[in-house]
Structure formats: structure tokens, C-alpha cells
């Protein structure tokens, strides 16, 4: 006789990754088939175990029609159609690939702290393009005031137009750092 336990194991690091997205103010749970997951360093987390992939499809549905963008992360042919119900969802690159296929993003390293890291550059760049859109929109009501009494001369009105645009253009690249 044989006896076979199967579990799933958390990726290294899990528990700080759920912290730091926690810091960053964004609310995580964890949708398992695990009946009994080992919930050891992830205590913090709110858990929903022992799901199917329509339960966890249901989920995401529950959250988006609250307003809630969902990111679904997964790895299993289990979290397909949560991933097709998603906002945006994020395949492993070890994972299934019927994850993949479900997924407009592959993460192909095995590590979740890119997670946080993500979400900080994405913020950065939600703030840039922000500032760039408010900088550009009051530069133009400007200018064509001053153009519209007579007061900029076309070609000074170019050079400043191309002036904007560089440096409207140089906030954007160095939002990739």
C-alpha cells in the first residue's frame, strides 16, 4: 500500500511580498484548490481555500463588479478563467500553459517580489503621466491666450512648442528608471 500527500508550496519570499503590497495599500487574498494549505508565515492574508476554478472566476467577478481592479496571479490550469475574468492577469513562467494563455503577461522568473516593485513603477508612471497632461494642458491655454492677442510670434510659438515636447518627452523616459 502507498499513501501520496499533494500540497502546495509557497514560493520563497511569499510572505514578505504579501506584507510589502499590504504597505503599498493593496488588499490581497490567496485562491487556493488546497483544501488545507499551509498557511505558515502568511497569517496576515486573507485566505479562501479548497476553491474551484469556477469559485475563484466567481471571486473575481465579486470584486470587479464592487469596483475593484483585480491583477490575478496564478501558475495553474485551475486559475485560467480567474485569469480571463480579471482586469489583468499575470501567468508564471513555470506555470501551465493553459495559464499562459489565459494571461496578457508572463512573469518568467519564479520570484513574487517583483510584485510590489511593479506596482511601485506603475504608480510612478500613473503620476508622471499626470503631471505631464497638467503641465501640457496649461502650457497650451497659455500660449494660445498669448498667441490670440497678438502677443507670441509664430515662430517663437513653434520653438516653444518643440521645447515642451522635449521636455515633456525627457519626463517620460526617465519614468523607465
Known amino acids: 500500500a502507498a499513501r501520496f500527500e499533494l500540497a502546495e508550496r509557497?514560493?520563497?519570499?511569499?510572505?514578505?511580498?504579501?506584507?510589502r503590497l499590504h504597505e503599498?495599500?493593496?488588499?490581497?487574498?490567496?485562491?487556493?484548490?488546497?483544501?488545507?494549505?499551509d498557511r505558515s508565515g502568511l497569517e496576515g492574508t486573507v485566505w479562501r481555500a479548497g476553491w474551484s476554478p469556477s469559485q475563484k472566476?466567481?471571486?473575481?467577478e465579486q470584486l470587479r463588479d464592487a469596483g475593484h481592479n483585480v491583477v490575478f496571479v496564478g501558475d495553474g490550469m485551475n486559475d485560467a478563467a480567474a485569469m480571463s475574468a480579471a482586469d489583468t492577469a499575470i501567468a508564471m513562467a513555470g506555470g501551465a500553459e493553459l495559464a499562459h494563455a489565459a494571461s496578457?503577461?508572463?512573469?518568467?522568473?519564479?520570484?513574487?517580489?517583483?510584485?510590489p516593485?511593479?506596482?511601485?513603477h506603475a504608480r510612478s508612471v500613473t503620476r508622471s503621466i499626470g503631471t505631464n497632461?497638467?503641465?501640457?494642458a496649461a502650457y497650451n491655454a497659455i500660449g494660445?491666450?498669448?498667441?490670440?492677442?497678438?502677443?507670441?510670434?509664430?515662430?517663437?510659438?513653434?520653438?516653444?512648442?518643440?521645447g515642451s515636447s522635449g521636455f515633456v518627452s525627457w519626463r517620460a523616459l526617465r519614468a523607465r528608471e
Do not use: N
Open 10 to 19: 509557497w514560493r520563497p519570499g511569499a510572505a514578505e511580498v504579501f506584507a
Open 24 to 37: 503599498a495599500g493593496i488588499e490581497s487574498e490567496i485562491l487556493t484548490g488546497d483544501p488545507s494549505p
Open 57 to 60: 472566476r466567481e471571486r473575481v
Open 104 to 115: 496578457p503577461a508572463v512573469f518568467l522568473g519564479s520570484d513574487l517580489s517583483f510584485l
Open 117 to 120: 516593485r511593479a506596482v511601485a
Open 133 to 136: 497632461l497638467r503641465f501640457a
Open 144 to 162: 494660445m491666450a498669448v498667441a490670440a492677442a497678438g502677443l507670441l510670434h509664430p515662430v517663437v510659438a513653434a520653438l516653444l512648442m518643440v
